[in-house]
């Protein structure tokens, strides 16, 4: 047998420089993290040849013993972890995790009740080409322009006007922790089930950082790659009552075979994140979030400083609003790129510029966190981003400020035992 390199050098040579600018550059797209390698093993061992259409102990095919014991783990770790009654632990993405978990709830043509995506929301809650914005009616909620928190009252109107079968809760976008008891009053109140998306901020609910949605919500769903910092792939928590009718969603009713690799990969990442050193990592992202927040607020707006919505954060991450700076999000994002920092821009809600410019940033600290940064480390990088962002900036200003990224990305290595 050929190893990759030998095999195809084309794209071993592109998984190589990939590792190199992970290595090399600081990530701070906040939906991203560092998979453990042994996360990484798991997820490309021999798993992946195997067929298991069913769940553990109910499978349509033979030889499953092995990944029957893997599945069950990862599903007991996952439940321990948030202390859900139930899960399955096979959606191949957060985004198929939330569709399983809408065709178990709801019929086409329900009306849904969720964040509007210009307001921080995700595709999968109502967006209107994605499939939940056309098997379903669509109601969005949206966060109040004084505050850029979410308008409960705003939900619980919509809510008694539209009789909404289901009411989706979570975010792509926003920085601070929503009201699920709340969301449970209203969702009670006019009979819907209350869906938590807790994709962004479920590694914060594990290491008990942030208020766990499991108590309120019918349906939790997450991603395992995000804050988790497991492989890519999706998680459906639920009640025991509901698990026949979730599972039956995920298979058959919308997928095949499970990826076995993946069920093992996200065994792994549970595990890691009941230990103290996972919770450790979550308290540097969050001590991470609320330094770049601090130090982009002190920077002066009218000398071509920028602010940060709703003043600070309570998660991962910071949204840098823009839409008082003469650089828009698609410059800032090109900035910040130029200086070895990565990050996604971002419309904020009630946006004036178009959503492909945007005047927002998203800034997450989850990778960086699991790089190993500190107080001290993040400060530094806050600083670097605080002046990237002002005003006009010239050749010899970006050189220096790259340089000092690339000290941080040496002073905290990443997989160094992994070859390019
Ligand atoms: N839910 C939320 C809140 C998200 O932010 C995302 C990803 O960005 C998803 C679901 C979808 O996850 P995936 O990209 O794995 O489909």
């Not at 065709?103 to 929301?121: K, Y």
């Not at 690799?261 to 992202?285: L, N």
Request: hydrophobic share 45%; with cysteine; charged share 20%.
């Amino acid at each position: 047998d050929q190893n990759l390199a030998d095999l195809d050098p084309d794209v071993a040579a592109a998984i190589g420089a990939e590792l190199h600018r992970q290595q090399s550059t600081l990530e701070m797209i906040a939906s991203e993290n560092f998979a453990p390698v042994a996360v990484m093993q798991a997820q490309g061992s021999v798993l992946t040849n195997k067929y298991a259409e069913g769940y553990p102990g109910k499978r349509y095919y033979g030889g499953c013993e092995n990944v029957d014991v893997i599945e069950q783990i990862a599903i007991d770790r996952v439940t321990a972890l948030f202390g859900a009654e139930a899960a399955n632990v096979q959606p191949h993405s957060g985004a198929q995790a939330n569709a399983a978990a809408m065709f178990a709830l709801i019929e086409p043509g329900d009306t849904i009740l969720g964040l509007d995506l210009a307001h921080g929301g995700h595709l999968t809650h109502g967006m209107r080409i994605n499939f939940s914005g056309k098997l379903y009616n669509v109601v969005a909620y949206h966060v109040r322009e004084s505050d850029f928190l979410v308008d409960m009252e705003e939900v619980e109107r919509l809510a008694k006007q539209h009789h909404p079968k289901l009411i989706v809760a979570g975010w792509s976008a926003h920085t601070r922790q929503l009201d699920f008891a709340e969301f449970r009053r209203i969702a009670d109140e006019v009979g819907a089930y209350l869906m938590v998306d807790m994709a962004h901020f479920a590694g914060l609910v594990a290491a008990d950082l942030h208020p766990s949605p499991v108590p309120y919500a019918d349906v939790v769903t997450t991603t395992t790659h995000k804050t988790l910092g497991g492989p890519r792939g999706g998680v459906i928590l639920c009640k025991e009552g509901l698990l026949k009718k979730i599972n039956s969603a995920v298979f058959p009713g919308q997928q095949g075979g499970p990826l076995e690799h993946v069920i093992a990969a996200k065994a792994v990442a549970f595990k890691v994140a009941a230990t103290q050193e996972f919770r450790d990592r979550q308290q540097r992202t969050l001590d991470g979030a609320r330094i770049l927040a601090a130090r982009l607020s002190e920077a002066d707006v009218a000398a071509g400083g920028v602010s940060v919505l709703t003043g600070g954060t309570d998660v991962h991450l910071v949204l840098v609003d823009l839409r008082n700076s003469e650089l828009d999000g698609q410059q800032a994002e090109d900035r910040l790129h130029a200086i070895g920092i990565t990050v996604n821009r971002n419309a904020v809600p009630f946006d004036p510029r178009p959503p492909m410019v945007s005047s927002g940033l998203r800034i997450g600290t989850p990778a960086l966190a699991t790089r190993g940064l500190d107080v001290a480390a993040f400060t530094e990088v806050a600083d670097v981003i605080a002046i990237a962002l002002r005003g006009p900036i010239d050749d010899a200003d970006l050189a220096e400020l790259r340089t000092r990224v690339e000290k941080v990305a040496a002073a905290f290595p990443l997989y160094p035992d992994l070859e390019a």
